[in-house]
């Protein structure tokens, strides 16, 4: 058996990484790491053991460098729904 | 000019004359010129004449139109504020937000009023309509300006009680400024001799004749003392609302002196104090050159005559007072001015009247005076009737009374509580009834076949080919929850529907009211709401094509689901990704190897395969891993899944049951082959196995895969893991758990050690369960020889696999010395073996396990349930390896652990825990490891 | 299909449903389709001053679109069965 046969398309690659965590990027500057566990064509996901991070930007365009402020909120959940239509992108974490 | 009704120009040319003569010293008036300059005088050059036809233009004395009751009352005011203002030196604050430059004119026209002897008469030289605004009508005219124009005569009488004449600044010294009262009791006048009129038609008619040569002059006094000039200005729609107020005054004016007339009539009707008014009427025209005195008098003539009016309904209607009485409210309103408050002292309930006051307001209240003449009785009989019943009830309340005070008052108390709780419950029902009706309204507006329409299209849009299939995860799930609820799998979840497949139903909580004749009812229409769906989709294609490019090709490709690919790669080419070739002669070298891993795995007695035999290869890449991994999933769905199939294929023929064989055999083998254990040992470190079971995936597969696998592959599967135990991630990195600090890196780790102990342990637990004696020793001199022990024992990984094996030489210890007369019993090479087993455990490092047992830092993490947990494992271990130890084994163990022990002992007795469980945890933990040696925790006194 | 099952095992159990305008519902499940669209009944809004608006509202119907994520009630999702669900979806997916 050919393991290749198994990545045709983009969501094989998707495939890989169930039951792994995985970096989920999604609108409105939000980041979510967690265990996925389900995804469909659609790229709705759930996820387990989620750290969601939202970065709100203050004052984008102000200091010299142009970079404002970033405020950093987390939280965690156990298990989450994740809509497709704001999924961005969808990752294994970067190994550290 | 006079077209509209007013002053003609002759006077305007006097004025005018007057201020180029440079008269303008007598007026210390503050002139406004603005707007002069751009007077051109064309007014001036303007024919006059044709007044007479006004009154038919305008409607001449007949009654105004309701719709000019804004204007009129603007105007009143207007007439009023201004004198009052003078007269109080402007201590009266205006309810009209007047300009600075209008109230200017008001302070200027008062100081002109004490000095000049035509007060007034500068006004009309000022040019600018807003100096014309406040004294509308003439109202500051002067009857100086009357005589010298030559326009007064008989109508005098009217004039004199004209608003306007009466509210000249002059007069507030001696008589007090016209106050309200008089406006009211000249409205209220009017409406009476309205009422008087309607009364006596025929006599008013008379009158009318009797006065026509009076009338006349007094109207073409009026239309000359009209102020406005043609300014530039008077084109503005402001300036047309002033002529139209003035117009109105003039109505106005025309309708008082009709009041007159009809007073004068009802005076003459009645024959009462005829001769006194008639003097009184020459007096006022005697006096008309002496302003002050005439003002005076005509306050006093008028208020008499109200007086006398009012005495005169009296006496026609004796019950007048009574009537009063009744409608005493109303009457407070209305008494007339006898009782004339002081000026600037004005009643609010009259300042309310007169608001409420207008030409064409119809006193509703004097109108019910006169018309009630013949209803009073019955009013008196209703009023007689509430007083009888007031008695009676008082009467009632009495005799009540009578009683007992406290009683009725308990009664009453009673009485209300209960009234109360009634209404509270009709208003809470009422609030209920209204909600329901409110929500109620679209009641009905959808059919139940409407719904069941609905529905059946909902419905068809999930029915699929395969139902389980499409609806696996809530068919399985609930199979599982019923299951586990101890619930017969019996009851349908899937709506079937003929040939076209079905809809799962999850749970099945969905058709649990229905009827069922209503399901299978549903179930045909749904059937075939799909089948012509089906159809219309076959036929879709032919039509389609029709109409293909019908409007025009569309340009681009956004038709196209897929993004444009760049690079064109031959996806056929399989070696042109780097992990799959690699993988493919990884595959091969591991066909050309299988006999040669097989011959090791059979041997399982942690012998070596021959180093020089294989090619060493780079390790499996974690993307390599996954990518096997999803395909020995798929690979184990398709087994579980022939393997369900299996249980419909017992009872038919031998050929369907080998078929099914050969498939399942096949897939199996290939699932074994993918596995890689057979592969040789040195080909990469880590071993391809232990990349594959790296992932929590790949640890999760394993206990889905040993079912399928025959005990000789599991053993094999066992030997391969034992051999590279130390390769295994969760081995390598088991320190990272040791850090206090929490770190994903931890917490992943953390899971995935948890993974191996919960299934890798759980699925080789069978093979190692059944193994003997040799078996255990050869895993155990494997794990020695090919893993650094200390290392290893140091992981809860590495202490969980030996403390398998070690509980599994205890057991066949026991099995030999019960079970010695059996056949079982276990050979001399056997035995010899045992006894060799403690020998493993000498070069063991108590020390070292000591420190993981007990002696974490103190400062780092407090003692807890959860540490007493995590260190349960630890003396399992311990307990194990006390059992095998020889008694200086035994001893060197005590000797290691005794303080830590002891504090367990201590810290669990002297009440140095946190609660009960980890006090029990603790004892616990320590009786395992002194049991072990035959001793028990309860045996140490501190 | 495959979220929709999974929703549908979650019908009674208390879910929290994030909106896209970071509005939080907690409430019962009570039915979903195929679109998503999810009924929930007894619901808590998390900040009620943020939207005071919402306190009178006991249940409600929410349209599959607006939903960012939906928080599940963990023990009541079988991961190991939702991969496997998973994997079985993406392979019917890649036979078609």
Redesign the interface.
Known sequence: MDTSAGIQEPFDLIRLSLSERVFVKLRGDRELTGILHAYDGHMNLILSEVEETIMLVDGADSGPSGQGIVNVTKRKMEMLFVRGDGVILVSPPSRT | MSFFGFEQNDRLQQEKQRFREGKLEQEDLAVYTWGEDSYDGLGDALQEGGDELNDETFGGTEQVGKDFDFTQQTLLIDDQLEPLLVSSDNTFKQPFAQSDLSRDTANAHGTQASSSSRPGQSLWDEKSPFSVLPRSGGTSRSPADHVRNGSVSSSNLAQSHSPSASAAPQTTSQTGVRTLQDIEAEMKAVAIAQRMQNAAVTQRQQLMQEQQHAQQPHHYQQQRSAPPRMHPQAQSPRFHQQLQQQQLIQQQQLREQQLHEQLQLQFRQQQMLEQERERMLQEAQLQEQIRERQLQELQLQEQLRLDQMERQLRSQRPDIRQHQIIQNHQHLHQRPSSDLPLPGTIPPQQLVQRRQQSPAFIDPHLQPQYQQKGQYMPQNIQLQQRLLSEMAQAEFMRDMQAVSQAEQDALQAEAMRRIMETERMEEKRRRKAAKIAHMSRYNDLMTQSDKDFITRIQVSQLVTQDPYADDFYAQVYSAIVRSRLGLQPSDERVLKFGAFGGVGLGMGQKGAGRRPSAMQKMEQQVERIVHNARQREQEKPVNHNNLQGALGKTSGRSYKAAPRQLLQVDSSNSSSHAHISKEDAIRKHGEGAAKEAAKIGAEALGVTADPDDTARRDPLSTKEALTILEYLYDLVLDIEQIRREQSGLDAEGTEAAETWNKRYSELVQQLWDDLRVMVPLETSNPHPFISLIAPSKGKKLLPRISRHLSSQQMLTVLTLLVACFSQMDIVVHASILDVPEESTQQQDLERQTQAFLGSVVQSILPVIAKAGLRLVSGLLGLLLERSDIVSVTQTRPGLAILTLFLSRVELIKQSMSTATELSELPTQDETEQCALTPQLALPFPFGTHCRRAGCRPPNTVAPTLHTETLDQPVWQFLAALALHATNEQQQALVTALREKVLENVASANKGWVADEDERRAKLGNVNLFLHALGLDSSQISI | ???F?????L??QRVTVEL?NDLSITGTLKSV??F?NIRLDAIEVSDQARHPHMMAVKNCFIR??V????????EH??????????????????KR
């Not at chain 3, 099952?5 to 095992?9: A, H, I, N, Q």
């Not at chain 3, 939903?67 to 963990?74: D, F, G, I, W």
């Not at chain 3, 999702?77 to 890649?94: F, G, I, K």
Request: aromatic fraction near 4%; hydrophobic fraction near 40%.
């Open positions: 299909m495959l979220i099952s999974v929703f549908k095992t019908t009674d896209k389709d195929q998503l599959g679109s939903v960012r994520y939906v928080q599940l009630p963990a999702v079988d991961t190991q069965l939702l991969e496997d669900a998973t994997r079985r979806e993406a392979a019917s997916q890649t």
